[in-house]
Protein backbone atom coordinates (compact mmCIF):
# COMPACT_ATOMS: atom_id res chain seq x y z
CA UNK A 1 0.00 0.00 0.00
CA UNK A 2 1.29 3.54 -0.44
CA UNK A 3 0.09 6.79 -0.17
CA UNK A 4 -0.73 9.48 -2.87
CA UNK A 5 -0.72 12.91 -2.44
CA UNK A 6 -3.45 14.61 -3.86
CA UNK A 7 -2.72 17.21 -6.96
CA UNK A 8 -2.73 20.50 -6.37
CA UNK A 9 -5.23 22.83 -7.76
CA UNK A 10 -5.66 27.01 -7.81
CA UNK A 11 -8.77 28.54 -9.28
CA UNK A 12 -10.99 28.86 -11.23
CA UNK A 13 -10.61 32.49 -11.57
CA UNK A 14 -11.63 34.83 -14.20
CA UNK A 15 -9.38 36.74 -15.67
CA UNK A 16 -7.96 38.79 -19.16
CA UNK A 17 -6.27 37.37 -21.68
CA UNK A 18 -3.36 39.52 -23.72
CA UNK A 19 -5.99 40.52 -25.94
CA UNK A 20 -8.54 41.58 -23.27
CA UNK A 21 -10.74 38.81 -23.83
CA UNK A 22 -12.02 37.47 -20.52
CA UNK A 23 -10.56 33.44 -19.68
CA UNK A 24 -11.62 31.19 -16.82
CA UNK A 25 -8.09 29.74 -15.69
CA UNK A 26 -7.57 26.22 -13.56
CA UNK A 27 -4.43 24.64 -12.69
CA UNK A 28 -5.33 21.04 -11.70
CA UNK A 29 -1.72 19.14 -11.33
CA UNK A 30 0.23 21.92 -12.84
CA UNK A 31 -1.66 21.77 -15.86
CA UNK A 32 -3.22 24.98 -16.58
CA UNK A 33 -6.53 25.30 -18.45
CA UNK A 34 -7.18 28.79 -19.96
CA UNK A 35 -10.66 28.69 -21.61
CA UNK A 36 -11.30 32.37 -23.72
CA UNK A 37 -15.06 33.50 -23.51
CA UNK A 38 -17.18 32.38 -26.13
CA UNK A 39 -14.20 29.70 -27.29
CA UNK A 40 -15.03 26.25 -28.04
CA UNK A 41 -11.21 24.67 -27.49
CA UNK A 42 -9.14 24.77 -23.84
CA UNK A 43 -5.54 25.74 -24.27
CA UNK A 44 -3.71 23.62 -22.16
CA UNK A 45 -0.43 24.34 -20.41
CA UNK A 46 2.01 23.72 -17.84
CA UNK A 47 3.21 26.01 -14.41
CA UNK A 48 0.53 27.91 -11.96
CA UNK A 49 -1.90 30.68 -12.46
CA UNK A 50 0.37 33.50 -11.67
CA UNK A 51 3.74 31.97 -12.27
CA UNK A 52 5.36 31.16 -15.76
CA UNK A 53 3.58 28.34 -18.22
CA UNK A 54 4.78 26.49 -20.75
CA UNK A 55 1.95 26.18 -23.74
CA UNK A 56 1.22 22.35 -24.61
CA UNK A 57 -1.97 22.04 -26.66
CA UNK A 58 -4.05 24.95 -27.74
CA UNK A 59 -6.98 22.87 -29.28
CA UNK A 60 -8.65 20.82 -26.54
CA UNK A 61 -12.21 20.71 -27.33
CA UNK A 62 -14.68 21.81 -24.25
CA UNK A 63 -18.38 21.87 -24.10
CA UNK A 64 -20.94 23.71 -21.71
CA UNK A 65 -22.05 27.09 -20.68
CA UNK A 66 -18.88 29.15 -20.02
CA UNK A 67 -18.28 29.16 -16.03
CA UNK A 68 -15.23 28.62 -14.12
CA UNK A 69 -17.48 25.25 -12.42
CA UNK A 70 -17.29 23.77 -16.25
CA UNK A 71 -13.62 24.35 -16.52
CA UNK A 72 -13.00 22.83 -12.95
CA UNK A 73 -14.83 20.11 -13.71
CA UNK A 74 -13.46 19.40 -16.95
CA UNK A 75 -9.57 20.28 -16.30
CA UNK A 76 -9.80 17.40 -13.05
CA UNK A 77 -11.40 15.24 -15.29
CA UNK A 78 -8.80 15.44 -18.46
CA UNK A 79 -6.28 15.37 -16.07
CA UNK A 80 -7.32 12.23 -15.02
CA UNK A 81 -7.94 10.76 -18.35
CA UNK A 82 -4.79 11.98 -19.44
CA UNK A 83 -2.36 10.30 -16.29
CA UNK A 84 -3.90 7.40 -16.55
CA UNK A 85 -2.07 6.49 -20.14
CA UNK A 86 1.02 6.67 -17.83
CA UNK A 87 0.03 4.03 -15.44
CA UNK A 88 0.51 0.93 -14.82
Do not use: Q
Amino acid sequence: MFYRAPYPAEGPTEARDVSGRRVWMYMYAHFVFSWPEGASNVHVGHGTLEGPKMTLWTDVRIAGRWSGTVLAEFGRAWVTEHLAKFSG
